[in-house]
């Protein structure tokens, strides 16, 4: 390992691991070999690593990882960083951080770039820790840079109880933002409103489109973060205020939208999105400096905190994977594989 590191490390570790793309009942844990660092790489021990959808996706064969990064699940973890390579801060070696990854995270020692942490101070609990990069990296691209939000404006965001939706709430009403959520269900629009959501609605029961016209008088939102796609991209756009942004970030839905154009260009909406574990680790680095002068203090300091689902042993990652497919999560799911 070209670098400096931290007393002996094995050659080896336990990983989560799949022969070939399936449900979650193919995850088990196996034997593999330490990641090789570049030399912008840290090497983290991992104490918690995040569970999210993009995980899920590919693991049932529909999301390869990009070209280089580890094969391994997961893209964010909390630990202790024992390795650098020959250009990280060898200073960093003992810190305590939360890292985005570019995959890898389900294994008891994980790599990233250097510039792709966030510092854990000793009174954040790293299960929480590893609760937020994905997520916290995520929202603030698409709904501070893409969708430009700005105060007192309102946002749509589907997915209320989710680790993105969750995460939206809590970050949109730090900002002075008013949050609508959509929820599958009445105990997951109360666990909304307790996040802070100015509305949730049941989208079982109600008709959001007609539900935020009544609450916003016909004004509509100015931003809708979107998960969904498919059919609701229409339904969106109904809620959309003049000069509204529709931002997609996932497509759970479907692919496809039909759109009437007429109606993007006379009420001037804008259409963007995103994907990020694709981007360079440049633009994931600036993003982190961002997160880092703007955000981050929120959650170490105490006054925001991840929303909390389960925590499950690295070993039962398969359950971990069958939970968040439910739709039976409210927050963030994490597995321990150190702990710490």
Excluded at 300 to 318: K, N, Q, S
């Amino acid at each position: 390992m070209v670098g400096d590191f931290a007393g002996s490390l094995p050659a080896t570790m336990r990983a989560t691991v799949f022969a070939a793309p399936a449900g979650p009942e193919v995850l088990a844990l196996g034997n593999v070999a330490l990641p090789v660092l570049r030399p912008d790489d840290v090497l983290i021990r991992v104490a918690y690593a995040g569970v999210n959808r993009p995980d899920c996706l590919q693991r049932a064969g529909a999301y390869p990882p990009p070209p280089g990064a580890s094969p391994l699940l997961g893209l964010e973890v909390a630990g202790e960083v024992v390795a650098v390579g020959s250009e990280a801060p060898r200073e960093m070696i003992g810190a305590r951080v939360a890292a985005l990854t570019p995959g890898g995270g389900y294994a008891e020692y994980c790599a990233a770039p250097w510039q792709h942490c966030l510092p854990v101070p000793e009174n954040m609990a790293l299960a929480e820790a590893a609760a937020l990069p994905e997520t916290l990296f995520t929202v603030w691209h698409n709904l501070f840079e893409r969708g430009m939000a700005r105060d007192g404006e309102r946002v749509l965001v589907h997915g209320g109880t989710s680790g993105i939706g969750t995460m939206a709430i809590m970050l949109g009403k730090a900002f002075g933002l008013e949050m609508i959520a959509t929820c599958g269900d009445e105990a997951k629009c109360d666990a909304a409103r307790s996040i802070g959501a100015d509305l949730a609605i049941n989208y079982r029961t109600e008709d959001f489109v007609e539900a935020i016209r009544a609450h916003t008088g016909g004004k509509g939102v100015d931003i809708v973060l979107d998960m969904v796609s498919g059919d609701y991209v229409a339904r969106n756009l109904k809620c959309l205020a003049e000069d509204g942004r529709h931002v997609t970030i996932a497509v759970l839905g479907g692919m496809q939208a039909n759109l009437n154009m007429a109606v993007i260009m006379s009420r001037r909406l804008t259409l963007t999105g995103s994907t990020l574990r694709p981007r360079s680790n440049a633009f994931k680095s600036a993003l982190a400096d961002e997160i880092a002068a703007n955000a981050w203090s929120l959650f170490t300091g105490g006054e925001l905190a991840p929303v909390m689902d389960r925590v499950f042993p690295l070993a039962e990652a398969a359950a971990a994977h069958a939970r968040m497919e439910a739709g039976q999560h409210i927050g963030k799911i994490v597995l321990e594989v150190s702990g710490g």
